[in-house]
């Protein structure tokens, strides 16, 4: 059944001479938004004027001359809507549309030749991805996770299976940018790596913006990750439970008032410590859960009103103990609470997003009860996003107001800050218009302004540009532009097993700053096969890293580096009937050049370079899924060749003979003998994981069973070697799964 | 055609080659044995040299033996001495073998130290000790306006001074009557003598000081401490031999932390030198005190 709700309102002014036509397009089936839906207006002589909607469904068609149309609304795997319209002078038309699923696909895996979204479709650094493409990769839970599928995108490195740091295109994790509705994420990995805040059962839609990003995500260097959730059913009740080794779920959804407002809730807890550490030969001392919560609603035609909330848990030991060391616990909590408004004026020719959310990111190390050390990251963040539609522009302006604070804590070993507190306010005006310059040449114009009260920075103005061409089977993408950060995160590096984060303000005189450059292109030369290409340089300067020291403990001194990464990264789609697979290959190269004051006396030289731990010249992910006899089968190989780490000479002990001294009393210290840093090179990581699932359904409810295999050929991965013991770390061997989930609806 | 493929193979595999490795090799070739922090001093009979082995891993120090001989060599005269091990156990209960031998070492003579491995690997340094010296306060100039200078004269060669302390015997108090707050305050005047005929000259900046001994009673106590009466000083001045010199200027462990930064081990790190120190305690005049703020209260300025 597809339907549209039809409203009329009038213009003035300038407006007056012309119609418009706006609305949102939702599923019939549980009123989701459906983003990327052609809507096109066609006139008797053939089509006027087209667009595609956003990812809450919204399309606004402006500048209409009065007369009569054909709208004609279609999507993939969708009844198409068409409706013949009279427009009159000065006339304002919200036309909401409902579209039902044909259930076409649900027979095959992957049949559409028009996507927005999938493996391939990038896009000047953007690619667009939904639960479906979480949901075909093999992981040891019956349900996806974003954090599983960002791990096969070229340029995104992790330094193992846990750990939870993710390092995208050269920068740092706390260089990402994550968002859920709007809320900031400071630390969205859990401990175990296959694990995100974001179960595919909650996600709508997610924007992975690995460079070359707009105005709305000005303050982080590297990349975006922009999570949509669901809104809920607003026309019955739904939901899941699963069980699995190494996580359970559960997951409820439904209306609160019919058609109106609907509510999505998210529970998942761990079992690793409990059930899958019994039948892995491998301590895995992690806890971990999440919950997410949303209630949306719609307050009239044009209106929509939601409210959504994230906590994330995760505590664990990573590295290996021994006698002479004892590990301390890690730990951090995310909370986060968001408010979302969304609105087509009546009397204003755009559509306005007005957000207002609290963040907050607790990392500790230690007793969870009495932490050694820890650190706080929080507060409120305001902003009013703004798009109005013309003939061939599109114009996005708005402005936003940020306040983080960060705590610190730091006793124990630290060696120059012990507490500390920052607060780094920022307001930020920015103006984007895209213009569709010809047809199929489309460029976006950047111009971000920020102050920041009360620093000695006071203010600064960026710029950035995007450029597509498309013709037929062949799109070309190009971007570039300057971007900045004030807050970041801090580790030690040459330890990998040490992943406390300590978050802090840049130093008041500089912030951290990147440029941003890429090309790309993507043809689909069958319906069933897409290839793209992107090539990407990255020159960021005032990266505040840890300074280098030979304590084997974590310092908070800062030292200044500047840092280049490129890359090439190269995906192949391929879409058929019964198979869908893509192979992602990238090439990328990372160099650190360290302005440590200390350099020229320890190393000789004022600037030392060196390839950070995370640069990871190949990676290589082979993903795919069938069906065979009514199971699905779904297999990903992921190669990785070896990350830096830092080799040694050996341990003494350090005396600071400053004086003369009772050398029997004095106090020292152990000391580690490093070469010159990052010098050695891991060995090649690959693994192989499947899994088989199967559906039984009914009426009312769906069973999947799902069997597998973590690390099929039991491939021996180093995670990190302990320089102080030589113990090796290893990664997950094969690990055998089991899980299953029980959906109702 | 065929050229092509074949660059673009030689391409793949020399890209392939550069990323990929299947071994780990974390430890690097090193063949020093020892790193080694001692003292002579011409002023004790007893000089000690706290030894570490420089290991593949890093552990708790043991009480057991190390495998090391350690010996001095008097190169003037050839005259060697055998170190003894003992062990100490710190106060975070960690042990460390501090070497230690009985000998009197006179000014001028230059010593070469040996730790020896079983396998005839060693570790060396040579020092030579250095000349005495000898402290004479001066008598300040009071009449110098908008200045509070203690002058201190150091008598001789010193090769080095690494280090100068000057503590400050204090007590504080919110008002008269109140508890005192008793507080030594140290400061570091390492690199501010300078060379004069017959010696160096060490002013010391008792109003410069004093803001510093204000802000620090201001911070500690809940109570402003506005009377602080300066007891006495002790100026403790450590004379090195000439390789007792800091590569920064200054003895700062973050820096100098980093293996051979600062260092005369050869095949070893650490360092060995000779040294000795030499105090002083005074009180400046009432006059001066006066001027650098401190409370001199009734004392008038015959008072000293």
Same mark, same amino acid.
């Given at each position: 059944?597809?339907?549209?709700?039809?409203?009329?309102?009038?213009?003035?002014?300038?407006?007056?001479?012309?119609?418009?036509?706006?609305?949102?397009?939702?599923?019939?089936?549980?009123?989701?938004?459906?983003?990327?839906?052609?809507?096109?207006?066609?006139?008797?002589?053939?089509?006027?004027?087209?667009?595609?909607?956003?990812?809450?469904?919204?399309?606004?068609?402006?500048?209409?001359?009065?007369?009569?149309?054909?709208?004609?609304?279609?999507?993939?795997?969708?009844?198409?809507?068409?409706?013949?319209?009279?427009?009159?002078?000065?006339?304002?038309?919200?036309?909401?549309?409902?579209?039902?699923?044909?259930?076409?696909?649900?027979?095959?895996?992957?049949?559409?030749?028009?996507?927005?979204?999938?493996?391939?479709?990038?896009?000047?650094?953007?690619?667009?991805?939904?639960?479906?493409?979480?949901?075909?990769?093999?992981?040891?839970?019956?349900?996806?996770?974003?954090?599983?599928?960002?791990?096969?995108?070229?340029?995104?490195?992790?330094?193992?299976?846990?750990?939870?740091?993710?390092?995208?295109?050269?920068?740092?994790?706390?260089?990402?940018?994550?968002?859920?509705?709007?809320?900031?994420?400071?630390?969205?990995?859990?401990?175990?790596?296959?694990?995100?805040?974001?179960?595919?059962?909650?996600?709508?839609?997610?924007?992975?913006?690995?460079?070359?990003?707009?105005?709305?995500?000005?303050?982080?260097?590297?990349?975006?990750?922009?999570?949509?959730?669901?809104?809920?059913?607003?026309?019955?009740?739904?939901?899941?439970?699963?069980?699995?080794?190494?996580?359970?779920?559960?997951?409820?959804?439904?209306?609160?008032?019919?058609?109106?407002?609907?509510?999505?809730?998210?529970?998942?807890?761990?079992?690793?410590?409990?059930?899958?550490?019994?039948?892995?030969?491998?301590?895995?001392?992690?806890?971990?859960?999440?919950?997410?919560?949303?209630?949306?609603?719609?307050?009239?035609?044009?209106?929509?009103?939601?409210?959504?909330?994230?906590?994330?848990?995760?505590?664990?030991?990573?590295?290996?103990?021994?006698?002479?060391?004892?590990?301390?616990?890690?730990?951090?909590?995310?909370?986060?609470?968001?408010?979302?408004?969304?609105?087509?004026?009546?009397?204003?020719?755009?559509?306005?997003?007005?957000?207002?959310?609290?963040?907050?990111?607790?990392?500790?190390?230690?007793?969870?009860?009495?932490?050694? +050390?820890?650190?706080?990251?929080?507060?409120?963040?305001?902003?009013?996003?703004?798009?109005?539609?013309?003939?061939?522009?599109?114009?996005?302006?708005?402005?936003? %107001?940020?306040?983080?604070?960060?705590?610190?804590?730091?006793?124990?070993?630290?060696?120059?800050?012990?507490?500390?507190?920052?607060?780094?306010?920022?307001?930020?005006?920015?103006?984007? &218009?895209?213009?569709?310059?010809?047809?199929?040449?489309?460029?976006?114009?950047?111009?971000?302004?920020?102050?920041?009260?009360?620093?000695?920075?006071?203010?600064?103005?960026?710029?950035?540009?995007?450029?597509?061409?498309?013709?037929?089977?062949?799109?070309?993408?190009?971007?570039?532009?300057?971007?900045?950060?004030?807050?970041?995160?801090?580790?030690?590096?040459?330890?990998?097993?040490?992943?406390?984060?300590?978050?802090?303000?840049?130093?008041?005189?500089?912030?951290?700053?990147?440029?941003?450059?890429?090309?790309?292109?993507?043809?689909?030369?069958?319906?069933?096969?897409?290839?793209?290409?992107?090539?990407?340089?990255?020159?960021?300067?005032?990266?505040?890293?840890?300074?280098?020291?030979?304590?084997?403990?974590?310092?908070? /001194?800062?030292?200044?580096?500047?840092?280049?990464?490129?890359?090439?990264?190269?995906?192949?789609?391929?879409?058929?009937?019964?198979?869908?697979?893509?192979?992602?290959?990238?090439?990328?190269?990372?160099?650190?050049?360290?302005?440590?004051?200390?350099?020229?006396?320890?190393?000789?030289?004022?600037?030392?370079?060196?390839?950070?731990?995370?640069?990871?010249?190949?990676?290589?992910?082979?993903?795919?899924?069938?069906?065979?006899?009514?199971?699905?089968?779904?297999?990903?190989?992921?190669?990785?060749?070896?990350?830096?780490?830092?080799?040694?000479?050996?341990?003494?002990?350090?005396?600071?003979?400053?004086?003369?001294?009772?050398?029997?009393?004095?106090?020292?210290?152990?000391?580690?003998?490093?070469?010159?840093?990052?010098?050695?090179?891991?060995?090649?990581?690959?693994?192989?994981?499947?899994?088989?699932?199967?559906?039984?359904?009914?009426?009312?409810?769906?069973?999947?069973?799902?069997?597998?295999?973590?690390?099929?050929?039991?491939? +021996?991965?180093?995670?990190?070697?302990?320089?102080?013991?030589?113990?090796?770390?290893?990664?997950?061997?094969?690990?055998?799964?089991?899980?299953?989930?029980?959906?109702?609806? | 055609?065929? /050229?092509?493929?074949?660059?673009?193979?030689?391409?793949?595999?020399?890209?392939?080659?550069?990323?990929?490795?299947?071994?780990?090799?974390?430890?690097?070739?090193?063949?020093?044995?020892?790193?080694?922090?001692?003292?002579?001093?011409?002023?004790?009979?007893?000089?000690?040299?706290?030894?570490?082995?420089?290991?593949?891993?890093?552990?708790?120090?043991?009480?057991?033996?190390?495998?090391?001989?350690?010996?001095?060599?008097?190169?003037?005269?050839?005259?060697?001495?055998? %170190?003894?091990?003992?062990?100490?156990?710190?106060?975070?209960?960690?042990?460390?073998?501090?070497?230690?031998?009985?000998?009197?070492?006179?000014?001028?003579?230059?010593?070469?130290?040996?730790?020896?491995?079983?396998?005839?690997?060693?570790?060396?340094?040579?020092?030579?000790?250095?000349?005495?010296?000898?402290?004479?306060?001066?008598?300040?100039?009071?009449?110098?306006?908008?200045?509070?200078?203690?002058?201190?004269?150091?008598?001789?060669? &010193?090769?080095?001074?690494?280090?100068?302390?000057?503590?400050?015997?204090?007590?504080?108090?919110?008002?008269?009557?109140?508890?005192?707050?008793?507080?030594?305050?140290?400061?570091?005047?390492?690199?501010?003598?300078?060379?004069?005929?017959?010696?160096?000259?060490?002013?010391?900046?008792?109003?410069?000081?004093?803001?510093?001994?204000? /802000?620090?009673?201001?911070?500690?106590?809940?109570?402003?401490?506005?009377?602080?009466?300066?007891?006495?000083?002790?100026?403790?001045?450590?004379?090195?031999?000439?390789?007792?010199?800091?590569?920064?200027?200054?003895?700062?462990?973050?820096?100098?932390?980093?293996?051979?930064?600062?260092?005369?081990?050869?095949?070893?790190?650490?360092?060995?030198?000779?040294?000795?120190?030499?105090?002083?305690?005074?009180?400046?005049?009432?006059?001066?005190?006066?001027?650098?703020?401190?409370?001199?209260?009734?004392?008038?300025?015959?008072?000293?």
């Amino acid at each position: 059944m597809t339907l549209g709700t039809l409203a009329v309102t009038s213009t003035t002014g300038a407006e007056a001479q012309t119609a418009s036509i706006r609305g949102f397009v939702t599923d019939t089936e549980d009123g989701e938004a459906l983003a990327g839906v052609n809507v096109v207006l066609e006139s008797n002589t053939g089509i006027l004027r087209g667009g595609s909607t956003s990812s809450d469904g919204i399309y606004n068609l402006t500048r209409i001359a009065p007369g009569t149309y054909v709208l004609r609304v279609s999507f993939v795997g969708y009844t198409s809507f068409s409706d013949t319209l009279a427009f009159r002078s000065g006339q304002r038309l919200t036309l909401n549309i409902e579209l039902a699923a044909t259930g076409a696909e649900l027979e095959e895996i992957v049949v559409e030749a028009e996507t927005e979204t999938g493996a391939a479709r990038v896009t000047a650094g953007l690619q667009t991805i939904t639960p479906k493409d979480m949901d075909l990769l093999p992981t040891p839970d019956i349900s996806g996770d974003l954090a599983s599928f960002l791990t096969t995108l070229p340029g995104v490195v992790s330094l193992g299976d846990r750990g939870g740091q993710l390092f995208i295109r050269g920068g740092e994790p706390s260089h990402n940018m994550v968002l859920v509705d709007g809320m900031y994420v400071y630390q969205p990995y859990h401990i175990l790596g296959f694990y995100s805040a974001f179960p595919s059962d909650i996600i709508h839609q997610a924007d992975i913006h690995t460079a070359g990003y707009g105005a709305p995500f000005t303050g982080r260097i590297a990349s975006v990750i922009d999570v949509k959730s669901r809104n809920g059913n607003k026309h019955g009740y739904a939901g899941a439970l699963a069980v699995a080794p190494f996580v359970s779920a559960a997951q409820f959804e439904g209306p609160l008032i019919r058609d109106r407002v609907s509510f999505m809730g998210s529970v998942r807890q761990s079992l690793v410590k409990t059930v899958a550490q019994q039948y892995v030969q491998q301590d895995m001392p992690y806890t971990f859960g999440d919950a997410f919560a949303k209630v949306h609603a719609i307050i009239s035609p044009t209106s929509q009103l939601s409210v959504s909330g994230l906590y994330t848990h995760d505590r664990g030991t990573i590295g290996l103990e021994s006698e002479d060391r004892i590990l301390e616990e890690v730990g951090w909590k995310n909370a986060a609470l968001g408010l979302r408004y969304v609105v087509l004026p009546r009397a204003l020719p755009f559509v306005i997003e007005i957000l207002l959310s609290y963040s907050r990111l607790e990392t500790q190390q230690g007793p969870s009860d009495e932490p050694v +050390r820890w650190s706080k990251i929080q507060g409120f963040q305001y902003a009013a996003n703004m798009t109005s539609f013309y003939e061939r522009t599109q114009w996005k302006w708005g402005l936003y %107001w940020r306040a983080p604070e960060i705590t610190a804590h730091l006793g124990g070993l630290f060696q120059d800050l012990d507490f500390g507190f920052s607060r780094r306010h920022k307001a930020g005006l920015y103006l984007e &218009p895209d213009f569709y310059i010809t047809s199929g040449l489309k460029a976006r114009v950047t111009l971000v302004g920020e102050l920041f009260p009360g620093q000695e920075d006071r203010g600064r103005i960026e710029s950035r540009f995007r450029l597509i061409w498309q013709r037929g089977e062949h799109e070309v993408s190009a971007g570039a532009g300057l971007y900045h950060q004030e807050v970041f995160g801090l580790n030690d590096r040459r330890d990998a097993t040490n992943v406390f984060t300590s978050w802090r303000s840049a130093p008041t005189e500089k912030l951290s700053e990147a440029i941003h450059a890429l090309a790309g292109y993507r043809v689909s030369p069958f319906p069933w096969l897409e290839v793209s290409l992107e090539g990407y340089y990255k020159k960021i300067s005032e990266l505040f890293i840890a300074e280098w020291t030979s304590y084997p403990r974590f310092t908070s /001194r800062l030292q200044r580096a500047d840092g280049k990464a490129g890359g090439l990264d190269l995906r192949t789609e391929v879409r058929l009937p019964y198979f869908y697979g893509y192979v992602n290959y990238g090439l990328s190269s990372v160099r650190y050049t360290s302005k440590q004051l200390s350099n020229e006396l320890w190393f000789g030289t004022e600037r030392l370079h060196f390839r950070p731990p995370h640069d990871r010249r190949h990676q290589l992910n082979l993903v795919g899924t069938t069906r065979l006899n009514g199971f699905d089968v779904s297999a990903r190989w992921n190669f990785g060749s070896g990350r830096p780490y830092n080799q040694v000479y050996g341990f003494d002990g350090f005396l600071l003979l400053d004086g003369v001294m009772d050398l029997f009393n004095a106090p020292d210290e152990q000391r580690v003998i490093y070469g010159r840093p990052f010098r050695g090179i891991l060995p090649t990581y690959h693994r192989l994981d499947v899994t088989v699932e199967r559906e039984f359904e009914s009426k009312l409810f769906t069973l999947t069973a799902q069997i597998g295999a973590i690390n099929v050929y039991d491939r +021996r991965n180093l995670f990190a070697l302990d320089l102080f013991t030589t113990e090796h770390n290893w990664q997950l061997p094969i690990v055998p799964t089991a899980g299953l989930r029980f959906d109702f609806r | 055609m065929m /050229r092509q493929t074949s660059i673009l193979l030689c391409t793949v595999v020399f890209l392939w080659n550069t990323g990929c490795r299947e071994t780990v090799d974390s430890r690097l070739e090193f063949e020093a044995p020892f790193s080694v922090y001692g003292i002579i001093n011409p002023k004790s009979n007893v000089h000690a040299a706290r030894i570490f082995e420089i290991k593949s891993n890093i552990m708790l120090v043991h009480p057991d033996p190390i495998d090391a001989v350690v010996t001095t060599t008097l190169l003037d005269t050839g005259e060697k001495q055998a %170190w003894r091990d003992s062990v100490v156990q710190l106060d975070d209960g960690d042990y460390r073998h501090v070497y230690w031998a009985e000998f009197l070492a006179r000014p001028g003579e230059t010593y070469r130290l040996n730790v020896v491995r079983s396998d005839g690997v060693q570790s060396s340094a040579v020092t030579t000790v250095p000349p005495p010296v000898e402290l004479e306060v001066l008598e300040p100039d009071v009449l110098k306006p908008n200045q509070a200078l203690m002058p201190l004269f150091i008598h001789g060669a &010193p090769p080095t001074m690494p280090r100068i302390d000057v503590e400050y015997i204090l007590v504080g108090f919110a008002e008269e009557g109140s508890v005192p707050i008793f507080k030594p305050l140290l400061f570091n005047y390492a690199g501010k003598p300078q060379q004069q005929p017959g010696g160096y000259l060490l002013e010391i900046d008792l109003r410069e000081d004093y803001s510093e001994i204000y /802000r620090v009673f201001d911070s500690d106590n809940d109570v402003s401490t506005d009377i602080i009466d300066l007891r006495h000083m002790n100026v403790t001045v450590h004379v090195g031999d000439q390789n007792w010199v800091s590569p920064i200027g200054v003895f700062d462990e973050n820096f100098l932390v980093e293996p051979g930064s600062f260092s005369n081990v050869d095949n070893g790190f650490g360092f060995f030198g000779s040294g000795y120190i030499e105090s002083v305690s005074f009180r400046p005049p009432v006059e001066l005190l006066r001027w650098a703020g401190f409370y001199v209260g009734g004392e008038n300025d015959s008072g000293r």
